[in-house]
């Protein structure tokens, strides 16, 4: 049995499609039975529980073969560090309890880090708490996912300017989809072997690399001609993000993350482990969420 954590995300569902295709059996873990429904059709057995609830995950990890874990941001938290801290804990609690033989984990380039980087060290802690399991550990240290642009191309439509904490607008960055994430997730399930090195460490990117400028042209070509990027001043990072809803605690992990981006600090680990590349364009990966936007403005 292939537990799944995050099972109603791009990342978790990309997984489940790779197991259920491969005729394996799927537990979905979720934390709302509304987003059951899908999960049930793709013959998923579901279970119910809070990322902070180490006794119900650990009813929803008993018995597994495999758990692939994640541990999302908490954007809107008051103590965004302290909420990702808790679901932490409980995911480590429930990993001891159960006992699998082996955790696949969907962490973040520079996890390697254990400061100075924002919501990465935190991915930093992830893996540190679970280095102490019995069982084998992948590490899928994944790039930032290219969906995440997404959420500024209604502005970006409306203003013709794409606002970009990547610095300069000329440096590449790794990117890529969250559900190539998701399908590398599920292939390394169905191919591990055990008695290897663990930690396995593999970083996901993308089948090239970006530049906001390349950003800005994939919105141009999907919502119209006259979207630019534009390199947001680093005093203007805090308003920005407080007015895009992002908390006081959020806000400063972030834009943390964004400096140690824009220092070169976030990439691969030099070294370690092995990259594989997902095969979605940028411009694929946002085309389902900026199709629906106006074209044109």
């Known amino acids: 049995m292939f537990v799944i954590l995050g099972a109603a995300g791009k990342a978790g ?21 509304s ?8 013959g998923c057995e579901i279970a119910i529980a809070d990322l902070r609830d180490a006794s119900a995950l650990a009813r929803a990890f008993a018995g597994a073969s495999a758990v692939q874990v994640i541990c999302p941001p908490a954007p809107q938290a008051v103590d965004a560090k302290a909420e990702m801290e808790s679901s932490i804990s409980a995911i480590g609690l429930a990993l001891c309890a159960a006992r699998p033989p082996l955790v696949l984990a969907i962490s973040d380039y520079g996890a390697e880090l254990p400061d100075g980087t924002g919501i990465t060290a935190l991915f930093h802690a992830l893996e540190a708490r679970l280095r102490r399991l019995p069982g084998d550990l992948i590490f899928l240290r994944s790039a930032e996912h290219m969906q995440n642009w997404a959420r500024v191309g209604a502005l970006a439509a409306q203003t013709g300017r794409l606002q970009s904490l990547h610095h300069p607008l000329t440096k590449l960055f790794p990117t890529i989809s969250a559900h190539d994430v998701g399908r590398i997730a599920g292939d390394l399930l ?20 970006y530049t906001p400028q390349d950003v800005a042209s994939a919105m141009a070509s999907l919502l119209g001609p006259d979207i630019a990027a534009a390199a947001l001043e680093r005093e203007k990072w805090d308003s920005v993000l407080t007015a895009a809803g992002l908390s006081e605690s959020a806000v400063r992990l972030v834009t943390e993350l964004y400096d140690a981006h824009n220092a070169g600090r976030i990439d691969v680990e030099a070294g370690v482990g092995e990259i ?9 990966a946002l085309r389902p969420s900026l199709s629906a936007l106006p074209v044109g403005n």
Request: with cysteine.
């Open 35 to 42: 987003q059951a429904a899908p999960l049930v059709a793709a």
């Open 190 to 209: 169905l191919s591990h072997r055990t008695g290897g090195c663990s930690p396995r460490i593999v970083h996901a990117e993308g089948p090239r690399r």
């Open 13 to 33: 569902g990309a997984t489940i499609e790779v197991l259920r295709s491969a005729g394996q059996p799927v537990r979905a873990v979720i934390r709302d039975g």
């Open 276 to 284: 594989r590349y997902g095969t979605t364009e940028l411009i694929d």
